[in-house]
């Protein structure tokens, strides 16, 4: 548990030093929607939806694979068949 701790700070400074060196403005076009917002909120915005899909995406498999478990089926265990 250490070590994700550790791997998930490095990465947050990373990504501050980065986020940091962007700050100049863009234009984005968001839909038929023109904005211009800096660098540093478009890579934010990225970063948090980006986890929060990650999140569900990993909650959806673990649940799949817990609905999998109580069905006694586990499935690194079925036969493999092979055709020739």
Request: charged share 20%; proline share 4%.
């Amino acid at each position: 548990m250490k070590t994700k701790i550790i791997i998930l700070l490095v990465l947050l400074i990373l990504f501050t030093i980065f986020v940091s060196n962007n700050t100049e403005p863009i234009d984005v076009w968001f839909f038929f929607w023109p904005l211009n917002i800096s660098k540093i909120v478009l890579l934010i915005i990225t970063l948090v939806v980006g986890a929060i899909l990650g999140l569900i995406t990993a909650t959806a498999f673990d649940k799949s694979a817990k609905k999998d478990e109580t069905k006694g089926e586990n499935l690194s265990e079925r036969p493999v068949i092979k055709s020739n």
